[in-house]
T-cell receptor, first 113, second 113 residues
Framework: ETGVTQSPTHLIKTRGQQVTLRCSSQ?????VSWYQQALGQGPQFIFQ???????GRGNFPPRFSGLQFPNYSSELNVNALELDDSALYLC????????????FGPGTRLTVT | DQQVKQNSPSLSVQEGRISILNCDYT??????FLWYKKYPAEGPTFLIS?????DKNEDGRFTVFLNKSAKHLSLHIVPSQPGDSAVYFC????????????FGAGTRLTVKP
């Protein structure tokens, strides 16, 4: 059974640029959630996808968008990057109905300069 | 809005002793609480959870206590082992809000041999 993987591990972007982060769900999981973890804080919910549809969204602006593919892998896209977007981005997969037992990937560390 | 708070950024205990990690919440609608453990360069891993209909849940060396009237939960680790050294996050979710889980900022536990 393959765990949750994320790519890239680290990324450096310039303010105003766009970035795409990728996540492969654990085998058999049809739900993926994305979180932003700023330094010294806990993960903050960005949004969730279930069967390729956005299924819930936290308090993040529309320049944060996502996709889920038929194989349940997922992307997080951030447009017009700001310095405050520098953070660890975590994705977590789960089975619908067992959302509490999420399995997290190791995260992508994004630095915006 | 910090609905889940872990007021101790760090905790250091001796191997074999009890570790007590605390978490407070403000939203009385929260009805499910979880603890996650995070090692460096890894995503958070689910440790133990408790529903609001219970006041205690035990799993091996880990016990979570919930005091609803005080809006407080705690994680007890007995006996503590050096391998328990990690950052511990508490998280909470409201009914129907399973897509929006709120995390505390985490407590770094160090267990000294």
């Amino acid at each position: 059974e393959t765990g949750v993987t994320q790519s890239p591990t680290h990324l450096i972007k310039t303010r105003g640029q766009q970035v795409t982060l990728r996540c492969s769900s654990q085998s058999g999981h049809n739900t993926v959630s994305w979180y932003q973890q700023a330094l010294g804080q806990g993960p903050q919910f960005i949004f969730q996808y279930y069967r390729e549809e956005e299924n819930g969204r936290g308090n993040f602006p529309p320049r944060f968008s996502g996709l889920q593919f038929p194989n349940y892998s997922s992307e997080l896209n951030v447009n017009a990057l700001e310095l405050d977007d520098s953070a660890l981005y975590l994705c977590a997969s789960s089975l619908s109905g067992t959302i509490y037992e999420q399995y997290f990937g190791p995260g992508t560390r994004l630095t915006v300069t | 809005d910090q609905q889940v708070k872990q007021n101790s950024p760090s905790l250091s205990v001796q191997e074999g002793r009890i570790s007590i990690l605390n978490c407070d919440y403000t939203n009385s609608m929260f009805d499910y609480f979880l603890w996650y453990k995070k090692y460096p360069a890894e995503g958070p891993t689910f440790l133990i959870s408790i529903s609001s209909i219970k006041d205690k849940n035990e799993d091996g060396r880990f016990t979570v206590f919930l005091n609803k009237s005080a809006k407080h939960l705690s994680l007890h680790i007995v006996p503590s082992q050096p391998g328990d050294s990690a950052v511990y996050f508490c998280a909470a979710s409201a009914p129907g809000g399973w897509d929006d889980m709120r995390f505390g900022a985490g407590t770094r536990l160090t267990v000294k041999p």
